[in-house]
């Protein structure tokens, strides 16, 4: 079957850095996905990868490991603002999205 | 980006009732959307995929009839939830993706409340 595996929650201190992680295990491979959803909002793309590699923009950095399943999430200079859900999300090769559960980020100050 | 518009945001019917939700892409075509229910503090569960003139694909689980699915053109889908029941209520969210396969663009969402 389809899995993705990501921490439930994690907490971090405003103007750190945190790594949220993400494993999968999917029926192909058409790129990896991570969203930010503030409660009660939908999501906002953040980062895209489907070559190896880690891809910055700006606070936020993704990078991907095809080979390991694997990919993170690197957020710095912590803001209060960023206490949100991450979500990690796998095309397969139907290009059908894949969700991870979500990971939970609490910023204390 | 593009944008993806959802009406209502948030919507309170009664039990029995009928409510329908729009999607609709605001400057792209959007060739397939999907639709997705999230309750609260779980993540995003896909409902089902249409792709514009054909009949929608349901995920396991999710009744058909119930949830009515019309993607009639390139910029509009709708969903529309019959005989809603308390159960029903949730953060209905749609999002939409073009020809060129790279990204989903999601709407704002709809909050449905069944009292």
């Known amino acids: 079957g389809q899995n993705i595996d990501q921490p439930t929650e994690m907490t971090a201190t405003e103007g750190a850095i945190v790594q949220i992680n993400c494993t999968y295990q999917?029926?192909?491979?058409?790129?990896l996905f991570w969203y930010q959803q503030h409660a009660g909002e939908a999501p906002t793309f953040l980062s895209y990868?489907?070559l190896d590699g880690l891809e910055e923009k700006g606070r936020f950095s993704s990078f991907l490991s095809r080979s390991k399943g694997y990919s993170y999430l690197l957020l710095k200079e912590l803001q209060m603002k960023d206490s949100a859900s991450y979500l990690c999300?796998?095309?397969?090769?139907?290009?059908?999205?894949?969700w991870g559960a979500g990971t939970k980020l609490i910023i204390k100050p | 980006g593009a944008v993806v518009s959802q009406h209502p945001s948030w919507v309170i019917c009664k039990s029995g009732t009928s409510v329908k939700i729009e999607c609709r892409s605001l400057?792209?075509?959007?060739?397939?959307m999907f639709w997705y229910r999230q309750f609260p503090k779980q993540s995003l569960m896909l409902m089902a995929t249409s792709n514009e003139g054909s009949k929608a694909t349901y995920e396991q689980g999710v009744e058909k009839d119930k949830f009515l699915i019309n993607h009639a053109s390139l910029t509009l889908s709708t969903l529309t939830v019959t005989s809603a029941h308390p159960e029903d209520s949730s953060f209905y969210i749609c999002s939409g993706r073009d020809r060129e396969p790279y990204e989903q663009y999601f709407g704002p969402g709809t909050r449905l409340t069944v009292t």
């Open positions: 990868n489907v």
């Open positions: 999917t029926s192909g491979f058409n790129g």
């Open positions: 400057d792209f075509q959007a060739t397939t």
């Open positions: 999300a796998v095309r397969d090769s139907n290009y059908q999205l894949i």
